[in-house]
């Protein structure tokens, strides 16, 4: 009978194990398809939370580790080790986050109910940043594509908007001039012809 229960033991051990495997899997695909021009945004919103994955994968091999041994002085050690590793983890798996902000603009493109135009604002200490998106699709489909970037450090960014369905103009005060940048979009998927960079 006892060999029965280690079996389980052990058995659910190499579940939680799976399990965190998965979580991580989970996280690093959030983390690709928010980081890449053109990644699926459905993917980017519901995985892209690394301290939240972080907290559960934690947990979870934290728990696999209990399962997996018997001693009540080693259950203890794991135990401590586990929760004083998630709290180390947890704010470090933050700082490799991909940066972002609130969305403070969205715009349809003309004749395009499938095409938005999205502008995030966040911050660096104190300077502000602002990221230019192109979301193409609709539902499940929907596809960010990077169209800007502009670093309030040395720059701002006074405008975004449309410039036709398959085209974006950006509007970036250097303190000296304003620069105006014209991008295309691939008709078919929304895909910007080049990325406008002022970091």
């Given at each position: 009978?006892?060999?029965?229960?280690?079996?389980?033991?052990?058995?659910?051990?190499?579940?939680?194990?799976?399990?965190?495997?998965?979580?991580?899997?989970?996280?690093?695909?959030g983390q690709?398809?928010?980081?890449?021009?053109?990644?699926?945004?459905?993917?980017?919103r519901?995985l892209?939370?690394?301290m939240?994955?972080?907290?559960?994968v934690?947990?979870?091999?934290?728990?696999?580790?209990?399962?997996a041994?018997?001693?009540?002085?080693?259950?203890s050690l794991?135990?401590?080790a586990g929760v004083f590793?998630t709290?180390?983890?947890?704010?470090?798996?933050?700082?490799?986050?991909f940066?972002?902000?609130?969305?403070?603009?969205?715009?349809?493109?003309?004749?395009?109910?499938?095409?938005?135009l999205?502008?995030?604002?966040g911050?660096?200490?104190?300077?502000?940043?602002?990221?230019v998106?192109?979301?193409?699709?609709s539902?499940?489909?929907t596809r960010?594509?990077?169209?800007?970037?502009?670093?309030?450090?040395?720059?701002?960014?006074?405008a975004?908007?449309?410039?036709g369905?398959?085209?974006?103009?950006?509007?970036?005060d250097?303190?000296?001039?304003?620069?105006v940048?014209?991008?295309?979009l691939?008709?078919s998927?929304?895909?910007?012809?080049?990325m406008?960079?002022?970091g």
């Open positions: 009978m006892a060999e029965m229960t280690d079996r389980r033991r052990w058995a659910a051990a190499v579940v939680l194990v799976g399990v965190a495997g998965v979580l991580i899997l989970g996280a690093w695909t690709r398809e928010r980081r890449r021009s053109g990644g699926l945004l459905l993917a980017a519901l892209d939370h690394p939240v994955f972080a907290v559960a934690g947990a979870t091999l934290t728990a696999a580790l209990l399962l041994v018997r001693g009540a002085i080693l259950r794991i135990l401590v590793g709290l180390v983890v947890t704010p470090a798996a933050g700082l490799f986050a940066p972002g902000g609130r969305e403070s603009m969205r715009a349809g493109a003309p004749d395009r109910p499938d095409r938005h999205v502008v995030e604002e911050g660096a200490m104190i300077d502000p940043l602002w990221w998106y192109v979301d193409d699709g539902g499940l489909t960010r594509w990077h169209v800007g970037f502009v670093n309030g450090d040395y720059y701002a960014l006074r975004a908007e449309w410039d369905p398959d085209r974006v103009r950006l509007t970036v250097t303190g000296e001039r304003d620069e940048h014209v991008v295309g691939s008709p998927d929304g895909r910007p012809h080049r406008v960079d002022r």
